[in-house]
């Protein structure tokens, strides 16, 4: 069974759900270990089962040394693949790390994707462009924003009268089903 770590900035929702996942077989893997970027993420509470520890940016230098300090936690719970799961902070991959760290936009990539495309930003992003579809990319993570393979893309059409938060929602319920199936896929492959 892969040992898996959360990275988490926010609710944990995504984490939550793959940690389900794992729990009722979907996804061969055992989380281990939750770092949240910060103490207020609400996933804290909602992971509470799992071992967690928080790590904040403004304690360190700069982001490989932040990275770094992830790592060890990841490294020393026995995790050999790391999801990012709302993770908000720039996280620098060392070559020990690359092609082990998956992450899941709220977009479509590359596209949506980018410095400053997070959260509700992609979302007015699509709207504004009068896009007719969105959705949300399981991909692996390298030193690049949003840039990394892709591994999953699941797609929902733009409705009129869509609002952000209308099609946050659509797009979230997708990433509910497309993080699961990307990581146990990631995960057979990887035997
Ligand atoms: C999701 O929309 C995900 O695509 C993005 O951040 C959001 C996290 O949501 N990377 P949650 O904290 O998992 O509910």
């Known amino acids: 069974m892969t040992k898996l770590a959360f990275f988490i900035s926010g609710t944990g929702g995504n984490a939550l759900n793959l940690a389900r996942?794992?729990?009722d077989g979907r996804v061969a893997g055992e989380p281990v270990l939750v770092v949240a970027s910060t103490p207020k993420a609400g996933g804290l509470a909602r992971?509470?089962?799992?071992?967690s520890q928080v790590v904040e940016r403004s304690a360190f230098k700069s982001d490989e040394a932040f990275s770094e300090v992830c790592y060890d936690a990841a490294e020393a719970a026995g995790a050999t693949v790391i999801c990012l799961a709302g993770w908000l902070k720039r996280l620098w991959v060392p070559k020990r790390w690359e092609g082990r760290i998956l992450n899941i936009h709220p977009?479509?990539?590359?596209?949506?994707?980018g410095a400053?495309?997070?959260?509700?930003?992609?979302?007015?992003?699509?709207?504004?462009?009068g896009e007719r579809e969105s959705g949300c990319t399981v991909h692996?993570?390298?030193?690049?924003?949003?840039?990394?393979?892709?591994?999953?893309?699941r797609r929902v059409p733009v409705l009129p009268g869509d609002t952000a938060e209308t099609l946050q929602a659509r797009v979230y319920a997708e990433e509910m089903k497309a993080y699961p199936e990307a990581l146990a896929a990631f995960l057979r492959e990887r035997g």
């Open 21 to 23: 996942a794992c729990k």
């Open 47 to 51: 992971l509470e089962g799992i071992p």
């Open 107 to 113: 977009g479509l990539l590359p596209r949506f994707g």
């Open 116 to 129: 400053g495309m997070y959260g509700m930003h992609v979302h007015r992003a699509v709207l504004a462009a």
């Open 140 to 153: 692996l993570v390298d030193n690049e924003f949003d840039h990394g393979r892709v591994l999953l893309e």
